[in-house]
């Protein structure tokens, strides 16, 4: 036999062995290589931990019984500047689908655009809000064009991955909870934009792989967010409970005998905002939830199996105008695994991983042992020993991107000049005097006020939006309004939410008397140009008085392990 003739034998064997790969529904169940299956899936979000323990994560998750990871791209955290693409490092999305892959698990990918999940804007890029006659989440044509860039992107990375292909996608999910946002029933913009992403992601995957929706687990949102018939299958999302009423409303919209039932979001814990008790639920009620759905038969994604953490910017945020909830950094969620990667426990004291790992052992039989906990270290407090205004010239410089100081005239939100995360400061002086500074329409999210370089005491926030009083401001006075942004809304018919002083109201007054002639210094505040700062020794932070930076430095004696800031 020639080599050639081999390795065309080795190419067709390996042709037919994919071809003898399928997952699809028959007889309103889950078929995986044509016998019944159940996915056991865990939410986990690869951006919300560092990749270096992403391995170490899966194992934690196949050990509680978990045959699957369900997981959103976000698209702003990979495409934060227009046309600037990032897939390396804690980015690399095709390494994590690899790590699932040599874990003998498979994946459900919420491709988006959208995912909601308290993530910053729901993953939509921060400079989708700059682009005039742009409108999100429906069929408008300056969205549809990003959203077909993006997916071109995208999907040809996933498709390698897909079952069909060899790797671990079992299902890939067009947009999130759609119904809570749109309705495809009423409005035909919103019917064109669903059936515009199925035909795209169908097209891009040579339908080789299931699609479906997730919608809230009743016949109203599944019906306003999903489409009816065979093309997409629908799936709801609840808490602990019954998982009927779900399941009935979903065979209201999938084709007859393509109907298992299952919850795409059975919610382990709940989200907390600033402000809030943290999140608690009952460990045994969830064991005892997962235990009844898998002796029926169900499928389930344990949202979340494993939370983690927003770091940087990436935390969302809830409400609409000017009701705000800004989401924690954490996002532990009460999950079974913590934020720490530790054991998770319900409010009843219940050992939540080990509760779902004892019920787990009754339906799936390919669970490894449970890793052992991650090595810590407290050590001890760290001195901030070095500080620097955020007013001082040369922090202005490095965090305007060497704008500085820049005429705008009418105030305008961060976005319109290329800002997506960060501060923004509006400057001008005051045409009269005025002892009360406030802000129409209100400030997003939070405004501290200084007049000459002084800071005035308090704050104005959003949620509240109250006049700030004492400001005691004279005629000319330079007045500087300092405005954070806490996280673009992550959900809901308002989440259109640009960070600043904005809208058709936007006014900053002194005594009811509109400030004009408006200059800005924008504060990116990127990791890189924060680490160039220029440090100054910090002898006295009493003393210390405005809006910084601080700095110190972690001795660790021999190989580190991991640590937590208090």
């Known amino acids: 036999m020639s080599r050639l003739t081999a390795l065309g034998l080795l190419a067709l064997s390996a042709a037919c062995a994919d071809a003898a790969r399928s997952f699809d529904v028959a007889d309103d169940k889950f078929m995986l290589d044509g016998a019944p299956f159940q996915i056991f899936a865990g939410c986990y979000h690869y951006m919300r931990q560092p990749a270096p323990m992403w391995n170490e994560t899966l194992g934690r998750l196949k050990a509680m019984g978990m045959n699957t990871v369900q997981f959103y791209v976000p698209w702003n955290y990979h495409e934060y500047r227009e046309g600037e693409y990032d897939f390396s490092g804690d980015r690399d999305l095709e390494h994590f689908i690899d790590l699932i892959h040599a874990n003998g698990m498979y994946a459900m990918v919420r491709q988006g655009p959208y995912i909601c999940g308290e993530w910053d804007f729901g993953g939509l890029p ?171 038969g169900h499928s389930f994604a344990m949202y979340m199996a494993f939370g983690g953490s927003n770091f940087g910017w990436w935390s969302g945020s809830n409400g609409a105008d000017g009701t705000f909830n800004a989401d924690l950094t954490s996002y532990d969620y009460n999950a079974p695994i913590q934020e720490n990667t530790d054991h998770g426990y319900g409010s009843d004291g219940i050992d939540k991983f080990a509760a779902v790992r004892e019920v787990m052992m009754k339906y799936n039989a390919d669970m490894p042992a449970d890793p052992a906990p991650r090595v810590r270290t407290a050590y001890g407090d760290v001195a901030l020993t070095e500080r620097v205004s955020m007013t001082d010239p040369k922090v202005v410089q490095l965090l305007s991107k060497g704008e500085g100081r820049v005429p705008m005239g009418a105030l305008q939100s961060m976005e319109q000049f290329g800002q997506l995360q960060g501060y923004i400061m509006y400057s001008a002086n005051a045409t009269a005097g005025g002892d009360s500074l406030a ?115 972690l001795q660790v004696d021999g190989a580190p392990t991991d640590t937590y800031i208090n």
């Open 439 to 553: 802000i129409t329409p209100y400030p997003s999210d939070r405004a501290i006020v200084f007049i000459d370089g002084e800071r005035v005491p308090g704050a104005i926030f959003r949620s509240e939006n109250a006049p700030l009083p004492g400001v005691k401001a004279a005629a000319g006075a330079a007045v500087d309004v300092l405005v954070e942004d806490m996280g673009h809304l992550n959900f809901g018919h308002g989440m259109t939410d640009p960070k600043g002083v904005v809208g058709a109201t936007a006014a900053i007054t002194l005594d009811g008397t509109a400030l004009a002639g408006f200059s800005r210094t924008s504060f990116h505040c990127d990791d890189e140009d924060v680490a160039a700062l220029p440090f100054a020794p910090n002898p006295d932070c009493a003393a210390a008085d405005g809006p910084a930076f601080y700095r110190g430095t």
């Open 126 to 296: 921060g400079w989708l809000l700059a682009k005039q006659d742009l409108t999100i989440r429906t069929y408008n044509d300056a969205y549809i064009k990003e959203v077909d860039k993006w997916f071109g992107v995208l999907q040809p990375k996933l498709k390698k991955h897909l079952y069909a292909n060899g790797g671990p996608i079992l299902m890939v999910q067009i947009e999130n909870e759609f119904g809570s946002y749109g309705n495809v029933q009423k409005n035909p913009s919103d019917l064109k934009y669903m059936e515009h992403l199925r035909d795209m992601t169908s097209a891009a995957f040579a339908n080789q792989t299931l699609l479906y929706t997730t919608d809230g687990g009743n016949s109203g949102s599944m019906g306003r967010g999903s489409l009816p018939g065979g093309d997409v299958l629908t799936f709801g999302d609840h808490g602990v409970g019954s998982f009927t009423p779900s399941c009935q409303a979903q065979g209201d919209m999938n084709a007859p005998g393509r109907n298992p039932c299952m919850d795409t979001e059975l919610y382990s814990g709940w989200l907390t905002h600033w402000g809030e008790p943290v999140a608690n639920k009952s460990g045994a009620d969830l064991a005892e939830c997962i235990d009844t759905a898998a002796a029926a």
